[in-house]
């Protein structure tokens, strides 16, 4: 006779039941990349909230490789902008049209009003884990790092706050405005903050949605 | 007067209240890599919601690059098997000690067991999204697939069905095991199923915790 199947655990795992289920297909529904925000602050204590929630993403062998840098100082901002306007210039070189202008000025509107800026790296050579599953795929340490910026990003919408992901940025410039080690690898620059027009928010979901395929069409079968 | 502020919207945004980010919190908690599976089917349609729920992921310039690889042929599952132990034999190779054998033979009993397997590609060159975003950080485009990937194993968890992802592959060998596409990349390797053993789910659970570093040690302000 087996004795564990006898022993109750000591803490028996949640059960998530049908409108826990609802609400949270509604929060993947509703989550979105914020680009104007209010000025008003962050209500005290939630961007640790957000922080937590972040920290428990998954992670290759348990080597937790984010690391999270607050960007408060307006000289450092002012280089993260300044960054951000020269690749931006770049980019925009390549397109013609309305659509990537507009893309571009809603993204820099988020670093001028977001009251928190938040860059998320990956720490490519943290001893913890002690490696464990990462030889061969090597870049799940960056995914890793992604995975806390998603739980972040869902946690906040939970909280009615709001979330925008920059990528038009130079990842090694950051690094050097920001000060951060050389094994440190930017993953993501966040704005966060309270999304500026909530009655906006359904024009650019059904935009959205427009566009969205249908993941039937992104399955194949083998 | 601006009429935007006097026509509400027409589908109001949902508030999540303190019940629903508790019992978010939790699944955060508990979801965790899932290494002994029941052989039991997944229930008909779930597989279905998982994939809907991924493909809420946000993406680099709405790009959606995730493409989802059923594998069920018993021999297309063989050589993603034989490629993992290949790969493992290598890994191993680096380390002494109980600990990695341990880590791998866990893996192993999930490609044995688990009744669905899921892998998760990017298609890198997806002329969706039109290239906006990713001048810069190209890598955002995997980085999507990750954020898919994620989605998936919340809204499993959430539906009481376990995840476990292998990294211990080749990434080529595998699309050519799969026949994908020369322009996906490898992001996961999905084992899904009903976990074997809810008792022991503590036990996992608090050997991670053990380890898990506290998350202020990993922010810094500038």
């Known amino acids: 006779m087996d004795i564990r199947s006898q022993t109750p655990p000591l803490f028996p795992p949640p059960v998530f039941d049908d409108a826990f289920r609802?609400?949270?297909?509604?929060?993947?529904?509703?989550?979105?990349?914020?680009?104007?925000?209010?000025?008003?602050?962050?209500?005290?204590?939630?961007?640790?909230?957000?922080?937590?929630?972040?920290?428990?993403?998954?992670?290759?062998?348990?080597?937790?490789?984010?690391?999270?840098?607050?960007?408060?100082?307006?000289?450092?901002r002012g280089l993260v902008r300044a960054d951000f306007e020269r690749c931006n210039a770049e980019a925009l070189a390549g397109y013609a049209g309305e659509r990537a202008q507009r893309y571009a000025s809603l993204k820099l509107a988020g670093l001028d009003n977001a009251p928190v800026q938040l860059?998320?790296?990956?720490?490519?050579e943290t001893p913890q884990g002690h490696g464990l599953?990462?030889?061969?795929?090597?870049?799940?340490?960056?995914?890793?790092?992604?995975?806390?910026?998603?739980?972040?990003?869902?946690?906040?919408?939970?909280?009615?706050i709001g979330v925008g992901w920059l990528s038009i940025l130079d990842p090694v410039a950051i690094g050097h405005a920001l000060e951060t080690p050389d094994n440190w690898r930017l993953i993501a620059y966040l704005c966060i903050g309270y999304p500026?027009?909530?009655?906006?928010?359904?024009?650019?979901?059904?935009?959205?949605?427009?566009e969205r395929a249908?993941?039937?069409?992104?399955?194949?079968?083998?």
Chains 1, 2 share one sequence.
């Open 133 to 160: 599953g990462r030889r061969t795929m090597p870049e799940t340490m960056e995914y890793s790092a992604v995975g806390a910026v998603i739980l972040l990003w869902l946690a906040a919408r939970a909280a009615g």
């Open 22 to 76: 609802a609400a949270f297909d509604e929060l993947l529904i509703w989550r979105r990349d914020v680009r104007r925000f209010k000025r008003d602050p962050v209500a005290a204590g939630e961007i640790e909230v957000l922080l937590a929630a972040a920290h428990h993403a998954p992670s290759v062998g348990n080597s937790q490789p984010w690391r999270f840098v607050l960007v408060e100082s307006p000289a450092r």
């Open 196 to 210: 500026a027009d909530p009655s906006d928010v359904p024009e650019l979901e059904r935009a959205g949605w427009k």
């Open 214 to 222: 249908d993941w039937r069409d992104l399955l194949i079968k083998r």
């Open 119 to 124: 860059a998320i790296f990956a720490d490519l």
